[in-house]
């Protein structure tokens, strides 16, 4: 085996292991609403509805999902449950097709121009600053300049605070010295306090502006970060953050240890915004693209 199948094996160990216990939890009531039936009937359905929806796939995707379902059964007329595992990977891989149109194979970057920038929101705690810090691991070991700033006011303050820095002017900083040193890819972390939304609408609106005093297309990317392991909780800062500003890519933090692994179907969905990166434990190869068909797979194997 190549170095390449090496790595790609190792990638969806730490996969199947991060997605161990939402597998678990989708199978045991899945083994659970099939039980006795030999085949898919509203009784099946019902029960199915409520696997969906405890791994926090969220009630308007659930719903979705298991209208396609029924709409399959009453085509098919007759549907063993023997296949319903296979259907169920299979509606949710197209209705994550929906919104991932292709998946990211490497860390590539578009080759028309840089830097790419990145600005990173989300509130604090959920694991922005490990998943900047494993965003850049990746992209320097790809063979990337990295550029970092820290528009974090908080954070800012604290190192910059005598030189008066607010979070617009360390995007501006970053931005310009990133561009004079042909830095391939910028990454802006920024502060997210969502009790005061109209403060973060206008500081976001801030630091967007001053980017494209620099770099006119910038911000290529408005990636928000999302603990996955909050469930319910992910669910609302998306949406708060989606209110405030244009998001175009979510990172999923902390799957690994939990059984909510299904936001990620549930966001994407509702946000009709892609899953970029998924984060799968503390380690810095712990973060990895997030590829819609390994996911699935990895979701519905069956030992
Ligand atoms: P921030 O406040 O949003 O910048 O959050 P941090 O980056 O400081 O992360 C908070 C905690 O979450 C740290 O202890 C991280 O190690 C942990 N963390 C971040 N991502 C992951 C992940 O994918 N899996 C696990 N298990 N822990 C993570």
Redesign the pocket.
Known sequence: MGLFGLVSNKKKETLDK?LEKTKESVFSKLARAVAGKSTVDDDVLDDLEEVLITPDVGVETTVKIIHRIEDRVARDKYVSTSELNKILREEIANLLSENHSDDNEDWDLPADHKPYVILVV?????????????LAYQFKKAGKKVYLGAADTFRAAAVKQQMGSDPASVAFDTLQSAKANGADVVLI?TAGRLHNKVNLMNELKKIKDVMKKVIPEAPDEVML?L???TGQNAFEQAKQFSAVTNITSLAI?????TAKGGVVIGISDQLKVPVKY?????AME??QLFNKNEFVDSLFKKD
């Open positions: 991060g989300g509130v604090n705690g959920v694991g922005k600053t490990t998943t900047i810090g494993k972390d970060v603990d996955g392991s933090t902390k799957l690994d240890g998924i984060g799968l434990g503390e712990d973060l």
